[in-house]
Antibody, heavy 117, light 110 residues
Framework: EVQLVESGGGLIQPGGSLRLSCAASGFTVTSNYMTWVRQAPGKGLEWVSIIYSGGGTFYADSVKGRFTISRDKSKNTLYLQMNSLRAEDTAVYYC???????????WGQGTLVTVSS | QSALTQPASVSGSPGQSITISCIGTNGDIGNFNYVSWYQQLPGKAPKLMIYDVSNRPSGVSNRFSGSKSGNTASLTISGLQTEDEADYYCSSYTTRNTLVFGTGTKVTVL
């Protein structure tokens, strides 16, 4: 069974940094497309970043230059390094892995990031 | 990176059919047969309902079906049930190698 478990969220001051982790089981993070999606309180889903199986990485304009997506094959874990955090980055962050066909993703339960002083 | 356009809300009575539209551009939906649909219940993570335009994962009711024409994708729920009340989001790859989500649709069963 595919399972993704996010961790690392919390309360952080504006300008601070945080690293989110997404541990995968029943699933290989280096063999599938992996992505981060966020959802601000009461809002819709917003795509954040993707890492393709070949290693290519892409970002939403809103986080480009501040966030970095990466993965560790030995730990079968996906990461999102978030720097220069802003109040508007406050959201539940979900990791999702390609699990069905080309566009079907399995999601983790999410981790809440709150950026506030 | 503009979001795909969905109606804010759609409603129907039990047993009826409803259709949610998802309007994109030639840079996303129109260029790929890789549209997916997700159901999100309050306080829960999104759940995959349809992938690659019209494919249903095992365990998802056959009352859910997907289609695409040009730059517009659609999700149809037939035989509407109270358990179908949720938010629904479409998603597509883009020509910039990114993903884009729809604005979301709240489905209400009257």
């Amino acid at each position: 069974e595919v399972q993704l478990v996010e961790s690392g969220g919390g309360l952080i001051q504006p300008g601070g940094s945080l690293r989110l982790s997404c541990a995968a089981s029943g699933f290989t993070v280096t063999s599938n497309y992996m992505t981060w999606v966020r959802q601000a309180p009461g809002k819709g889903l917003e795509w954040v970043s993707i890492i393709y199986s070949g290693g290519g990485t892409f970002y939403a304009d809103s986080v480009k230059g501040r966030f970095t997506i990466s993965r560790d094959k030995s730990k079968n874990t996906l990461y999102l390094q978030m720097n220069s955090l802003r109040a508007e980055d406050t959201a539940v962050y979900y990791c999702a892995g390609q699990s069905r066909g080309y566009s079907g993703y399995q999601w983790g339960q999410g981790t809440l990031v709150t950026v506030s002083s | 990176q503009s979001a795909l356009t969905q109606p804010a809300s759609v409603s129907g009575s039990p047993g009826q059919s409803i259709t949610i539209s998802c309007i994109g551009t030639n840079g996303d939906i129109g260029n790929f047969n890789y549209v997916s649909w997700y159901q999100q219940l309050p306080g829960k993570a999104p759940k995959l309902m349809i992938y690659d335009v019209s494919n249903r994962p095992s365990g998802v009711s056959n009352r859910f079906s997907g289609s695409k024409s040009g730059n517009t994708a659609s999700l149809t729920i037939s035989g509407l049930q109270t358990e179908d009340e949720a938010d629904y989001y479409c998603s597509s790859y883009t020509t910039r190698n990114t993903l884009v989500f729809g604005t979301g649709t709240k489905v209400t069963v009257l």
